[in-house]
């Protein structure tokens, strides 16, 4: 019976899973964050070189248009 109550008192005291978690969990605010950033800078960029296009194809004759 002591080994018994030796083994749960080990297993309920064994953190090491829980720091794994926590590394998982802090590693896909990380992921979801840097998805969220590249989405926003796309858009922008893509709107930028739009921009661009659209003024080189105003102020150059015979470019194709965007």
Do not use: H
Request: glycine residues 6%; aromatic residues 6%.
């Amino acid at each position: 019976m002591n080994d018994l109550t030796f083994a749960l008192r080990r297993f309920l005291e064994d953190e090491t899973g829980v720091t794994s978690i926590e590394y998982a969990l802090i590693g896909s605010l990380i992921a979801t964050v840097c998805v969220a950033m590249l989405v926003a800078v796309g858009a922008n960029l893509n709107a930028l070189y739009t921009n661009v296009c659209n003024q080189v194809s105003t102020a150059v004759a015979g470019a194709p248009a965007c």
